[in-house]
């Protein structure tokens, strides 16, 4: 089958697919690594425009806000107003209220919002995404849309009834629609790291209905604003305030403060930093590989070569030769590449669905992503081979037939070192052939610190991630629940809290939202004001000690500061959009660590003080007895004045939930990955020092030299090679987490830059592994050298 | 190993007794049968010249009692131990401690000197000459710190003898050692093997196509289809600077 297809083939062709078959071990390596960095590429861009399309379109037909513009109370009438601003393409005012959900199947209390919807037809922003059902009737009191994440994570459907608390009322909501909705395709509570589909709702209830049990008659709290098409948003922002301000607002703010979507545009950074940081590493790694492989071929087949001249084929003829074997080698690779890459975004658009909910998600590569992956790699890779090639096509056919001269070494720099008295001769052997390759050898070095480096920079996200937790639940907050309560309260709301069965300790804790203004930077953030010996949400530094305000000082987290362009002692604007609404200049005190959303911090006392109002508090961070959590948070459930609720062991469980889940998979695959790398270039390396060395171990072992003897010279390079790549890879591994610490964090965290001993010991460990696996099999070829037929002896 | 004294004396013993070697290569009807029942003795210390035509057996019997390559049946006796029968591990001790050899492309490490090439040889034998003294042996003392590349070919060819013979061995080895040199270099080469062999009393077999070589030999062994066709002894030795070709 194959001969016949071979008949076809000119005679030069035959031979080139009889020695790609020949060297399909090799070549193999070399499309595997071809194929990581293709399948990386095209994963992350495909992820990337799949995502990317996927959120235009259902941003576009279900009139995702561009504005949000929240109020305390204010009144209706205001719409025509919104509507008038100048850049509004269409506005839409509503009531959005915290709720809390009794659910059946667990005792934990979810928390959410219940969000209204027009009586008459549907909003002209914010447009729901009906999955089943319908919309509830203005008539009917109860009836709610509820979101499908939630619906789905208790198994509620149609007709099912949910017990909610809302504004200290209980109701019995009736579900008659499950829909999504664009404010959550990531439905997370606010201030969470990690979504939890079981705690957090939210309901779409009629806006008369909702309005009557939350005494919003006539009112609204938020207005959702669509842009017109080039409208200034930080103009109609600014309006929009000027509007809303003496109804309560906080301020409006845009996109990228609204937190479903901010997390979705920090998913597709980290994808396009992905995408753009790893396949380089492969692609040059492959380059490299092709270069030394196709070099050592042309240098085997210099004869050949020389023939082929002779009978009259020209150098561009010689040239394509050998251009095709590596056009098919990365032909293979791309084809491979592809297929993973398919393979892998199927899975991940899977996985992502799990998160970001979308009516629909299509992985779908874009064309002109295949063909940019597909010319770079090609680039790469014939350019990898360009040089070798050249030297084919430039030999002459006399000179070609004759065996080569042995190389040089007397000229190789460095060789004056190897001549010391301490090595023996194989060692000198070894040394030699690194420095008289010194380029060759410093690129194996290169390729294996790459795989070294691409282990230690996906690793370090467990140890970033662990640091992370460990920081944000264990150091800073320590509290296991964390109680909102519906509006700014008196101290005896707290102490009705505290004295709650299970509850071991209580700390009260005053938010209040504001802006800062540093110079033209302006950032919204909440102001949390708490006692000062706190011990349960605690600010800690650098070093992780506890951070204590001094009297009416302000504590900024880093990442505040940095967006601020200030530092501590510096003075900032500070416009509090609550109460009396004073606008006040403080200095910075301190800066506080923080990798898990930013904020501003005081002494509780300070806050009130400074807000003209009595010893108010916001809710209580708590530390519960987990043999009562249950009556606690039936007592939760129940208390009016808890309009939320947030669990700390319940978000850190789910966060080692989803390291395990996704980034485990991912970790496993980038391990795969620079597992590859490391064998294409340790396999290779050893492949191509024992083709050309074949005499010379042939020798050796004609000389009296053991198999062992004769392993050592061979894989004694490579393994020096390797130790000399541990600490370059350590090196770049180094950079390569220092970069995606800053790269991957975004506004909701950040990730800290910290490698634990054990990544680098593991990422050593798969490389020597790999390393020793290559060399076993190279060494299997040692102990089948024909002696006789390497030094042709034979008649 | 002992050390053979000098001067030699031929006929005083026996190095090597092969009887019935045959050895194929391959099977079925794609069978090679590269030698056909070689029964010959060959006495301690003579030089022995090898002839024959491609495809005679010669390389294959040399490379069988050189321990690179064993026998499909028949014996080989080396100073009465049949190595025909000894595993891999025996055979690399039987080449270290015994066995030197020259090759016509010499074979020597590019990334060695010439004094380095013959300490890899020295580095690992029981008794052996100083690399030094080897390199002397064969005229090369002025050239010990060259690299292969900056020698000549028949410079490369006698620090190839001088590392087969730095080990001091009971038998060298040569096959075609002159085969890819002129003949002015060629004699050189074979001066060198002579001096060592009159000087050390290795047992010496010569494997050549030209058979104006066989004049320097004690014994001549022809091949001829995987067979010893025919062993003749030269009464009178000439001295290879007295040849040409």
């Known amino acids: 089958m194959v ?200 309901a779409w209830m009629g806006r008369r209905a909702l309005a009557r049990s939350v005494n919003q008659d006539g009112a609204f709290n938020e207005a959702v604003i669509r842009l017109a098409r080039g409208a200034s948003e930080a103009a109609v922002i600014a309006e929009l305030d000027r509007i809303l301000d003496p109804y309560g607002a906080p301020g409006a703010y845009g996109r990228r403060d609204q937190v479903s979507d901010a997390f979705v545009s920090s998913e597709m950074e980290q994808l396009e930093t992905m995408g753009s940081v790893i396949p380089p590493i492969f692609l040059l790694v492959a380059a490299f590989l092709v270069n030394v492989v196709i070099g050592r071929m042309i240098a085997v087949q210099r004869a050949g070569i020389g023939l082929m001249k002779a009978f009259g084929y020209s150098s561009t003829e010689v040239t394509l030769h050998y251009l095709k074997m590596v056009g098919a080698i990365a032909f293979a690779g791309l084809a491979l590449g592809a297929a993973a890459g398919i393979w892998l975004g199927r899975g991940m658009a899977m996985l992502y669905m799990e998160y970001f909910r979308f009516p629909f998600l299509v992985f779908d590569i874009r064309l002109a992503d295949f063909a ?60 030699r052939q690194i420095v008289r390759w010194p380029w060759r050898a410093g690129l194996t070095v290169a390729g294996v610190a790459a795989s070294g480096a691409l282990l230690i920079g996906t690793m370090f996200f467990t140890d970033a991630l662990d640091e992370m937790i460990e920081t944000s639940f264990t ?82 987290t880093a990442d505040l500061a940095a967006k601020l362009g200030a530092r501590a002692g510096d003075i900032i604007g500070v416009e509090i959009t609550e109460g009396r609404r004073p606008h006040l200049e403080m200095p910075i005190a301190a800066i506080a660590t923080s990798y898990v959303g930013s904020g501003a911090r005081m002494e509780i006392g300070d806050l009130n003080r400074l807000m003209g109002e009595g010893p108010v508090v916001s809710g209580a961070f708590l530390t519960v007895d987990p043999d009562s959590t249950d009556a606690l948070y039936t007592r939760l459930k129940e208390a009016p004045v808890v309009a939320g609720v947030s669990l700390q062991t319940m978000a850190m469980q789910r966060l080692d939930e989803l390291m395990d889940e996704s980034l485990g998979t991912s970790i496993f695959v980038f ?91 593991f990422a050593a460990i798969v490389v020597l592994a790999i390393t020793a696996a290559s060399s076993l099999l190279v060494r299997r070829q040692i102990d089948r050298l024909d002696m006789a037929e390497a030094l042709k002896t034979g008649e | 190993m002992t050390k053979q004294s000098s001067p ?38 003579e030089m022995v010249v090898v002839l024959g035509a491609s495809g005679s057996g010669k ?98 060819q006698r620090v190839a003898i001088a590392r087969a013979v730095a080990k001091q061995p009971s038998v060298l080895l040569c096959d075609e050692p002159t085969g890819a040199l002129d003949s002015k270099t060629g004699i050189r080469v074979l001066e060198a093997l002579k001096t060592v062999n009159d000087d050390l009393g290795a047992t010496t077999l010569l494997i050549t196509h030209n058979a104006s070589i066989a004049s320097i030999a004690n014994r001549v062994v022809v091949f001829a289809d995987g067979k010893v066709r025919e062993v003749r002894e030269n009464t009178t030795r000439k001295q290879p600077q007295d040849i040409s070709w």
């Open chain 1, 3 to 202: 001969g016949g297809l071979l008949n076809w083939l000119s005679a030069l062709d035959r031979k080139l697919v009889r020695d790609l078959w020949r060297m399909k071990a090799q070549g193999l390596a070399i499309a595997l690594v071809i194929a990581g960095g293709v399948s990386v590429h095209l994963l992350a861009a495909g992820m990337l425009s799949s995502l990317e399309e996927t959120r235009k379109a259902y941003y576009e037909r279900y009139l995702f806000a561009d504005i949000w513009a929240p109020a305390v109370r204010a009144p209706d009438a205001l719409v025509h107003d919104i509507r008038a601003i100048d850049g509004v393409q269409a506005a839409e005012t509503r009531i959005r209220m915290p709720a809390l959900f009794d659910m059946e199947t667990m005792n934990e209390p979810a928390s959410g919002a219940v969000i209204s919807l027009p009586d008459a037809g549907e909003p002209a922003v914010n447009r729901l995404h009906l999955v089943r059902g319908r919309l509830p009737s203005s008539e009917q009191r109860e009836e709610i849309v509820l979101l499908q994440a939630f619906a789905d994570a208790h198994e509620l459907d149609l007709g099912d009834t949910l017990p909610a608390t809302i504004y200290g009322g209980r109701s019995e909501l009736r579900i008659v629609g499950i829909a999504l909705s664009p404010e959550y395709v990531y439905a997370i509570a606010p201030g969470e790291m990690v979504p939890d589909d079981r705690l957090f709702g939210v």
């Open chain 1, 372 to 431: 940019l992956v597909g010319g770079i790699a090609l680039a790469a890779i014939l350019g990898g081979a360009a040089f070798a090639v050249r030297r084919a096509a430039a030999l002459n056919p006399a000179e070609a037939m004759t065996p080569p001269p042995p190389p040089d070494y007397s000229r190789a720099v460095g060789t004056r070192l190897t001549q010391s008295k301490v090595f023996d001769q194989q060692t000198r052997m070894i040394l």
């Open chain 1, 475 to 556: 150091i800073a907050n320590r509290q296991d629940v964390t109680v909102v309560f519906a509006e700014p309260r008196s101290q005896s709301a707290f102490f009705s809290i505290a004295r709650q069965p299970g509850v071991m300790a209580a700390e009260p804790f005053r938010a209040v939202p504001a802006r800062l203004r540093h110079g033209p930077a302006q950032e919204r953030i909440s102001i949390i004001g708490a006692p000062l010996e706190a011990s349960l949400s605690r600010l800690i530094d650098e070093q992780g000690r506890t951070i204590t305000p001094p009297p009416g000082g302000l504590v900024l």
């Open chain 1, 671 to 761: 391990v795969i990955f620079a597992g590859l790398i490391a064998l294409g270039v340790v396999y290779n390396a050893v492949r191509i020092s024992y083709a050309e060395r074949q005499r010379e171990l042939a020798s050796l072992r004609v000389l009296g030299f053991s198999r062992g003897d004769v392993s050592y010279i061979l894989l004694g390079e490579v393994a020096f090679l390797t130790l000399l790549a541990l600490p370059v890879g350590a090196a770049a591994g180094t950079g390569l987490a220092w970069y995606m610490a800053s790269a991957m964090s975004s506004d909701m965290f950040r990730l800290p830059f910290i490698i634990a001993p054990a990544t680098y010991g």
């Open chain 2, 8 to 45: 030699p004396r031929p006929g005083n013993g026996i190095c090597f007794s092969t009887r019935g070697v045959t050895k194929v290569y391959g099977s079925g009807p794609a069978a090679v049968h590269a030698l056909r029942g070689v029964d010959i003795d060959l006495p301690e210390g």
């Open chain 2, 59 to 156: 390389s294959t019997f040399l490379n069988i009692i050189g321990g690179l390559d064993t026998a499909t049946e028949g014996e080989v006796v080396f100073r009465g131990q049949d190595i025909s029968k000894a595993n891999q591990r025996e055979l690399t001790r039987y080449r270290r401690q015994h066995v030197g050899f020259v090759f016509q492309f010499y074979n020597l490490m590019p990334s060695l000197t010439a004094r380095e090439n013959v300490a890899l040889v020295t580095e690992i034998a029981d008794n052996p000459l100083s690399p030094e003294d080897a390199l002397a042996l064969v005229g090369l003392e002025q050239r010990m710190d060259h690299f292969p590349a900056q020698l000549s070919g028949g410079e490369q």
